[in-house]
């Protein structure tokens, strides 16, 4: 294929995705505040084990906000969010909300994979090295395993003779390549991406995408997409949710969202957009 993804068996021995028994995510009655500005309300919302689901809509509307919360990268103020059976939050001996230990949030960071807009790769490593930092570092695979796993995950996206390559010397596709096998090499349960294409050049675009979606269709990955990318957003989603200033404004299938959307709202953004 065009995306330079391996099909099949081959796939799944590389890259040790999960086949099944990836978590499901779900957000309770969630509220984000920056200072006074409300970014999420009493935001409900439920990923099935296993979908893909992608978030759209006007800038501002709280969507990163949303990946950020899954990847604690930020704290939230009010709500409960969920990653299988596992919360960001405790109950105390009264009853009472505390946010997770440092030790919870570190098992619930191992389940989720983030790819970012700008790469993200550690600038000072090879490549070889962004991929087997982590694996090493935080789940405690030996180097050798690492490594192995590291050059399988670079032939999946199509990268086998980068390995020694310094990340500024490679394309921004490229890069984003090496960031989706990092982010694989973690063996992630939930997979993040964030507007992943927006800082690629043109052609280099499509090539990005197709990887991904390949990637989306051959695992069991539960996945959170959120993006600018119509065409994108329709190819590699089960559901689509619609947002507009912290809420839901529609959800549905991409055919009836992108097809026949029942909001106004969704109608003029779309517009707007395509
Ligand atoms: P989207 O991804 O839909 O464009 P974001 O989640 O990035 O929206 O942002 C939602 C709102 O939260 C915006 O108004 C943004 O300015 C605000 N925001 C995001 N991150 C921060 C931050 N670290 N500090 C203050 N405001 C923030």
């Not at 090879?126 to 395993?145: F, H, Q, Y």
């Not at 990340?167 to 596709?173: E, I, V």
């Not at 051959?218 to 559901?239: K, N, Y």
Request: charged letters at 25%; one cysteine or more; aromatic letters at 4%.
């Amino acid at each position: 294929p065009a995306s330079g993804v391996r099909k099949g068996a081959a796939f799944d021995e590389v890259a040790k995705l999960p086949q099944s028994g990836a978590p499901g995510i779900r957000f309770e009655k969630v509220v984000k505040r920056f200072g006074g500005n409300v970014v999420l309300r009493e935001l409900d919302f439920t990923v099935e084990p296993g979908e893909r689901v992608t978030l759209i809509g006007p800038s501002g509307s709280g969507k990163t906000t949303i990946l950020r919360l899954l990847m604690t990268l930020e704290k939230l103020d009010e709500g409960v969010i969920w990653i299988g059976d596992n919360t960001l939050w405790h109950m105390d001996k009264g009853g009472k909300r505390v946010p997770a230990n440092e030790k919870h949030l570190h098992e619930m960071r191992k389940q989720v994979g983030m790819v970012f807009q700008q790469f993200n790769l550690f600038p000072n490593m090879n490549v070889l090295r962004n991929l087997t930092e982590g694996p090493v570092r935080v789940l405690g695979v030996s180097k050798d395993e690492a490594v192995e796993r590291a050059r399988g995950l670079l032939d999946l996206v199509g990268l086998a003779d980068k390995e020694n390559a310094h990340p500024s010397r490679l394309s921004g596709g490229q890069q984003q390549r090496v960031a989706i096998a990092r982010a694989l090499a973690m063996q992630p349960r939930v997979l993040l991406l964030d507007e992943v294409t927006s800082a690629l050049d043109p052609e280099l675009v499509v090539g990005v995408q197709d990887l991904l979606r390949d990637i989306a269709r051959e695992s069991d990955l539960t996945l959170l997409c959120v993006t600018h990318e119509m065409h994108f957003a329709r190819d590699i989603s089960d559901r689509v949710l619609m947002f507009d200033q912290g809420q839901i404004v529609e959800e549905g299938p991409p055919d009836q969202i992108f097809g026949e959307p029942t909001e106004q709202r969704t109608r003029d953004f779309l517009q707007a957009v395509l």
